[in-house]
């Protein structure tokens, strides 16, 4: 399991997607606010990875930025973590609302910082693929707990892009990372 699981392997963490209203919703009992995407953030792919993994980065005791990570993904995103389960694969999908439930309670009581180390892409028209290789930790400055690569697709609308979907795998002996 990657991203968020990497905590809740850490936990066993994930997260959802569903509108917002003006007022805001509660997210797992996380209450996140709809604000407008911060510019920086979804302009350019650069931004919007960079986001991607902020969002979700920080040391115990700090709220994630869940209001912000809503604003980089289409209504109705899926999030989908793999893992093996007594050696056969599995896959949890989750919508974004799923998703910080799952993970807020760990990242948060834990800490966690993931970072992208590498990154591969392909583009055709408004369409364009991302493998992003992170490595987590507990803290900043920590020792590295995990790496694992998110498949990350988005779209661009003319003005911005969006994430409709992340998938993501952690390292593990029977799942090795290339050694580039």
Do not use: C
Not at 50 to 61: D, L, M, Q, R
């Amino acid at each position: 399991m990657t991203r968020a699981n990497n905590v809740l392997m850490m936990l066993l963490v994930v997260s959802t997607a569903g509108d917002l209203g003006a007022q805001g919703s509660q997210d797992g009992g996380v209450r996140v606010d709809s604000i407008a995407p911060r510019s920086a953030d979804v302009e350019t792919v650069d931004g919007i990875i960079k986001a991607f993994y902020e969002v979700i980065s920080g040391p115990a005791g700090q709220p994630r930025q869940w209001a912000r990570d809503r604003t980089l993904y289409v209504p109705g995103v899926r999030f989908v973590s793999l893992g093996t389960r007594n050696g056969v694969p599995v896959a949890s999908i989750m919508t974004h609302h799923e998703y910080v439930a799952r993970t807020d309670p760990g990242l948060v009581a834990n800490g966690f910082f993931e970072v992208e180390v590498d990154r591969h892409s392909d583009t055709f028209g408004n369409m364009m693929h991302v493998w992003s290789t992170y490595e987590y930790r507990g803290s900043a400055d920590g020792e590295v707990l995990g790496r694992g690569i998110n498949s990350i697709q988005l779209y661009h609308d003319g003005s911005r892009w969006w994430i409709t979907a992340v998938i993501w795998d952690n390292e593990r002996p029977d799942n090795p990372l290339s050694p580039r």
